[in-house]
């Protein structure tokens, strides 16, 4: 049996005020299955930076960590933990139940929805919006999003914080019933109150110093009984190990799928939740779907003639618009929430998540241009001499439409992970406006330097624009027009699709959640 958390000569500084200050100064400690341990300290001490570290969510100066044997980077390591993290909100537009279930299609063996709900007293309120939560409540939400997954360490971060008495009573209550099934908890708190109710489930209070980052460690009587048993049971794996000798691999073969790959069960849970929160959303109706459909209508009513081209850029322009500003916007919220750490720390791996998010932009898209052609079929009803027929050239720019926005998607997800909140709208704005200048619109014209107008024919907007014109036989005279390279220019945007994942992968690896 391995130990749950091992933790060798840890050390974390951080640069504060342009001083290096050491918060962990070579911190060993060995948490044993089944232990509840009670991690304390003054304000300031290192104990959320410990459990940063421990979720991998910060990577540490010195030293090492292993969750069952593996790395917190490992997401071997993100199946074993369940964490209640300090400080995050609930995301926007979604139920309790639905936040519950989402997090349970991350897990190959999680808990029962029900069970879930029920063991964290959320019965009468899991049809409410998360975001209406009181905070009692919300405090059994994080709770029931750290034990779905039916992880082996629980760690809890001043879980009760500004909970009454009473609720911190039924905290601690459900805590006990899940420690029942001798799973190991690391819990943070400064309540005295909480203290008297843990005390007598405490194996271990570790204490962490603010003088010299060092840990102090008290060993409670349930303590011993425990590692009487850890020491006998490896005896006893020791002595089983040399008599088979495949012993070891056997226990390796429990999780032989890597929970880092990309997941379908994960990835339908995923793109469900991402439906229904744009569906919810009002301006997603009106901006998106409003729009295709007033698009399809008033071009149809007053110059028929020019459907194809008027349709083409307008709903170019538009989905293009819709993807940029919603993925962004969205990412940004959650990155706000707190709710990117809380994903951070589950086996949800990032193609899973990417994947999700570009399957929900690409359903919005058609039916945008779907709406778009089915309010310009409706429009002509309502004309005499009406010209629209069901032609293959809308298949073919609705194809072109949804599928060559992808790449600027998946920008977009790249800028909300470099740009903080504030700055965000700022650089999708500078976003668009460059999108629109090298779109082909020959406003490059303008540009009097030759090199710039080169630039513009590698970027993946030029290459869009000149499907877009290609389908839908834009002709503007020395404004706007087919160059006749489709097969060029669908080459260069699935290359931009590739640069642009590559872009996202990296962003999304680099950021650091620990704030
Ligand atoms: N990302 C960061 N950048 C710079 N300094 C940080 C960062 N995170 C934490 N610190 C500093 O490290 C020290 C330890 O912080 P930490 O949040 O780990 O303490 P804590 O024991 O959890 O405190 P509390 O009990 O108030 O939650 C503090 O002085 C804090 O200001």
Not at 268 to 289: M, P
Not at 360 to 377: D, E, I, K, P, Q
Request: net charge neutral; hydrophobic share 45%; glycine share 6%.
């Amino acid at each position: 049996m391995k130990t749950a958390i091992q933790i060798r000569d840890l050390s974390k500084s951080y640069v504060i005020n342009k001083q290096s200050q050491k918060v962990l100064d070579k911190i060993n400690l060995d948490i044993l299955p089944g232990e509840f341990i009670l991690l304390r300290g003054d304000n300031g001490s290192g104990k959320t930076t410990l459990v940063n570290l421990i979720c991998g969510l910060q990577a540490p100066d010195e030293g090492s960590i292993e969750i069952f044997g593996k790395s917190p980077k490992d997401p071997q390591a993100h199946l074993k933990l369940g964490t209640m993290l300090q400080r995050a909100k609930p995301v926007e537009g979604l139920t309790v139940k639905e936040t519950i279930r989402l997090f349970q299609s991350y897990y190959p063996q999680p808990f029962d929805l029900a069970e879930t709900i029920e063991r964290s007293r959320l019965t009468t309120k899991q049809n409410d919006y998360a975001t209406t939560l009181a905070g009692g409540q919300a405090q059994s939400l994080y709770f029931a999003l750290a034990i779905v997954g039916n992880p082996d360490i629980l760690i809890l971060d001043e879980p009760t914080n500004n909970l009454s008495s009473e609720a911190r009573q039924n905290f601690w209550k459900q805590v006990r019933e899940f420690q029942q099934q001798r799973k190991t908890i690391l819990a943070i708190s400064h309540s005295e109150q909480d203290c008297d109710e843990i005390a007598y489930l405490v194996t271990r209070e570790v204490r962490l110093s603010n003088d010299n980052g060092n840990l102090e460690i008290q060993e409670f009587p349930p303590y011993q009984a425990l590692k009487n048993d850890y020491h006998e049971f490896e005896e006893g794996a020791k002595l089983k190990s040399e008599s088979s000798a495949d012993g070891e691999n056997s226990s390796n073969l429990k999780y032989k799928s890597d929970p880092g790959s990309f997941s379908f069960k994960a990835f339908w849970g995923q793109l469900y939740v991402e439906l229904l929160q744009t569906f919810r959303k009002v301006d997603t109706i009106i901006i998106g779907l409003g729009f295709a459909i007033f698009a399809g209508f008033s071009i149809e009513q007053n110059t028929p003639d020019q459907f194809q081209s008027l349709v083409a850029a307008s709903l170019a322009a538009l989905v293009v618009f819709v993807c940029v500003s919603q993925f962004g916007v969205k990412i940004a919220s959650e990155r706000d929430r707190g709710w990117l750490k809380l994903l951070r720390i589950t086996p949800l791996s990032f193609t899973t998540y990417l994947a999700a998010k570009v399957g929900n932009f690409l359903v919005l898209a058609s039916l945008m241009t779907g709406l778009a052609f089915v309010s310009g079929w409706g429009a002509s009803q309502f004309s005499e001499n009406s010209s629209f027929i069901w032609e293959p050239w809308m298949f073919y720019l609705s194809f072109i439409l949804v599928l060559g926005v992808v790449p600027f998607a998946i920008f977009s997800f790249t800028l909300a992970y470099l740009f903080k909140t504030e700055s965000l709208n700022f650089a999708l704005l500078a976003f668009l406006a460059i999108m629109a200048l090298s779109s082909g619109l020959n406003i490059s014209r303008l540009l009097p330097q030759a090199w710039v107008r080169y630039i513009i024919l590698f970027l993946p907007t030029y290459h869009y624009g000149q499907l877009v014109a290609w389908m839908g036989e834009v002709k503007l005279e020395g404004i706007f027009r087919f160059d006749g390279y489709h097969l060029i220019h669908i080459q260069w945007l699935l290359w931009w699709t590739v640069v642009a994942g590559m872009l996202a992968r990296w962003v999304y690896r680099r950021e650091r959640l620990s704030g």
